[in-house]
């Protein structure tokens, strides 16, 4: 196959940050995306439907003129989120949903959750309303093993979470683990969203031969034998399972340090990285499913109007991008990349 021709697909999960870095995210994930989950990760984080709005405004406003995004807001939360900022939330229709972070487990969580029992009120409102509940699912003690820190949250506190509110409908983000896939699997009421990076790297990609900053993101990338189980599940067909780049820019700087932040660029090549991982098992068929359509499915909106065409035809990926008064390292910067979106 040459060409393939898609449903304009979504982003399902996705961080674009604030300010002037606006400039260059948005314009980024509008060539690719008709829509996004956006993430609330901000400092201060996005709390109220108002914070949302505003944001919500901010990213607009940085919308290129040739082309058509709709940002779709998520909201933060945290021990202090109310019942009431539930309801608010289900009556506006620029948030679709709440996410949640355990207290440190990545970037810019410290404002999230520590005792996920504390918020079982709020979850009774999200599930009674129908309010999604998108997870980062990793546990935050720091003995635990990095690599381990997935499966354990399924079993210590998702597991518990799906079974006390089975219409809760939760999405496990970015999943990086057999036991992530399994689970998604186990209850209707689940979805999980996939990466770019985890479907086409395993944790050779960031320590085998030397560190390599720009490939560590939370959680973790994992070993061959659960990168295989991510693209069995994405390419299966199964609409459990839709798009999330989780493309999460940081400052050249702030990743080529000493201590190094968490998160991988690829907004700029999103579908064309999705394109070489179906292609890797020949099941570029099940792109559409997965981009175009599982993800409004379970959001209850329409797919999108309009197609984008991706082409057989290798391009090399800039070396930087600005950020702001900074650069952005991009995934596979300098490198060649097998798909090319018209
Ligand atoms: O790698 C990551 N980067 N994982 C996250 O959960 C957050 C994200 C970010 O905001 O940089
Ligand atoms: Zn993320």
Excluded at 77 to 88: G, H, Q
Excluded at 172 to 182: A, N, S, Y
Excluded at 313 to 330: H, I
Aim: aromatic residues 8%.
């Amino acid at each position: 196959m040459q060409h393939i021709t898609l449903i304009r697909p979504d982003d399902w999960h996705l961080h674009l940050r604030d300010g002037d870095a606006l400039s260059t995210t948005v314009p980024h994930t509008a060539r690719q995306f008709a829509r996004a989950i956006v993430m609330p990760n901000l400092t201060p984080p996005v709390t109220t439907v108002e914070a949302a709005l505003a944001y919500r405004q901010r990213i607009l406003a940085a919308v290129p003129a040739d082309l058509n995004f709709e940002p779709l807001t998520s909201l933060y939360l945290t021990p202090a989120t109310t019942r009431d900022e539930v309801a608010r939330a289900a009556e506006c229709p620029h948030v679709h949903a709440f996410k949640l972070y355990p207290a440190g487990a990545t970037t810019h969580s410290e404002a999230g959750v520590g005792d996920l029992k504390g918020i079982y009120p709020v979850l009774e409102a999200m599930e009674h309303l129908r309010v999604p509940l998108l997870v980062h699912g990793e546990v935050t003690d720091p003995g635990t093993d990095i690599f381990d820190r997935e499966r354990l949250f399924i079993e210590r506190e998702l597991a518990p979470m799906a079974e006390r509110f089975p219409g809760l409908r939760l999405v496990l983000e970015h999943v990086t683990t057999r036991e992530g896939i399994d689970f998604v699997r186990s209850r209707p009421q689940l979805a999980g969203t996939l990466t770019a990076h985890h479907l086409l790297y395993n944790r050779n990609a960031l320590l085998a031969g030397g560190v390599r900053p720009h490939y560590f993101c939370l959680p973790v990338l994992k070993r061959e034998t659960h990168r295989q189980a991510l693209l069995e599940a994405a390419t299966s067909g199964n609409p459990q399972f839709f798009l999330g780049t989780d493309s999460a820019p940081h400052a050249q700087s702030r990743k080529e340090t000493a201590c190094g932040c968490a998160g991988c660029y690829t907004a700029h090549a999103a579908m064309e990285l999705y394109a070489e991982a179906f292609d890797s098992v020949g099941r570029l068929h099940r792109l559409e499913s997965f981009a175009s359509l599982n993800g409004p499915r379970f959001y209850g909106l329409e797919p999108n109007r309009g197609t984008v065409t991706l082409t057989r035809q290798a391009w090399t990926a800039p070396e930087t991008y600005p950020l702001g008064s900074e650069s952005l390292v991009p995934l596979r910067a300098g490198e060649s990349i097998a798909w090319k979106l018209a």
